[in-house]
């Protein structure tokens, strides 16, 4: 998964707080930046919404951290839930979330140089 590889990256260059950094800054745990990253993930092979039941499928997490992560996630404005049938809701990323991403990598690729 994306989040991983950017895990492995700054790892190996030394800086293997800068994600955790930023989703400290953010008022998130880690947890949330990777169910975060795993949502963009899917909305870029699915479309531009992620079920619930395809986070889960994902076995990113627990079914109940996942929930948690999303939760958080939407009271913080970076995702939009939308029920779209009964017991089903559709996960979007929002600008914030968009840009939240973006400052990832881009923290990320100011460290590579370095």
């Not at 700054?10 to 990253?37: D, Q």
């Not at 479309?47 to 913080?76: D, F, H, M, N, W």
Request: contains cysteine.
């Amino acid at each position: 998964m994306i989040f991983n590889q950017l895990k492995i990256l700054s790892v190996c260059l030394g800086v293997p707080a800068t994600l955790e950094g930023i989703s400290t800054k953010n008022g998130l745990k880690p947890a949330h930046l990777r169910a975060l990253w795993a949502i963009r993930a899917m909305m870029g092979h699915w479309g531009t919404t992620v079920t619930i039941a395809e986070l889960y499928a994902s076995g990113l997490q627990a079914p109940t951290r996942l929930r948690a992560c999303v939760s958080a996630l939407v009271a913080k404005g970076f995702v939009s839930r939308h029920r779209c049938r009964p017991r089903q809701h559709l996960l979007r990323l929002t600008p914030k979330g968009e840009r939240l991403l973006q400052d990832s990598v881009m923290r990320l690729q100011e460290q590579a140089w370095r």
